[in-house]
C-alpha cells in the first residue's frame, strides 16, 4: 500500500461507520465502473478500428472535410 493510501485510510478509520460505509461504497463503484469500462473499450477495438478504416477511406475519396470548430 502506498503512503497516500495509508494516509487516506488512516483518516478514514477517525470516520463515524456511516461515513466510512458511504466512502467505501463510492470507492468501490468507481472501481467497478473502471473495470468495466476498460472491459467494454478493450470489446470495441474491433469495432473502432473498422470505424476508423472507414474515415481514412471517406477522407482519401474526397468524402469527407474537415472540422471547424467555431462553425458549431
Same mark, same amino acid.
Given at each position: 500500500?502506498?503512503r497516500?493510501?495509508? %494516509? &487516506?485510510?488512516?483518516?478514514?478509520?477517525?470516520?463515524? #461507520?456511516? +461515513?466510512?460505509?458511504?466512502?467505501?461504497?463510492?470507492?468501490?463503484?468507481?472501481l467497478?465502473?473502471d473495470e468495466?469500462?476498460a472491459?467494454?473499450? %478493450? &470489446?470495441?477495438?474491433?469495432?473502432?478500428s473498422?470505424? #476508423?478504416? +472507414?474515415?481514412?477511406?471517406?477522407?482519401?475519396?474526397?468524402?469527407?472535410?474537415?472540422?471547424d470548430?467555431?462553425?458549431?
Amino acid at each position: 500500500m502506498t503512503r497516500a493510501l495509508d %494516509a &487516506a485510510i488512516a483518516k478514514l478509520a477517525g470516520l463515524p #461507520a456511516e +461515513e466510512q460505509d458511504r466512502i467505501a461504497r463510492w470507492l468501490l463503484d468507481e472501481l467497478g465502473d473502471d473495470e468495466l469500462w476498460a472491459h467494454q473499450f %478493450a &470489446a470495441s477495438q474491433e469495432a473502432l478500428s473498422k470505424l #476508423a478504416a +472507414e474515415a481514412r477511406a471517406d477522407r482519401a475519396a474526397g468524402r469527407a472535410t474537415e472540422l471547424d470548430p467555431d462553425k458549431l
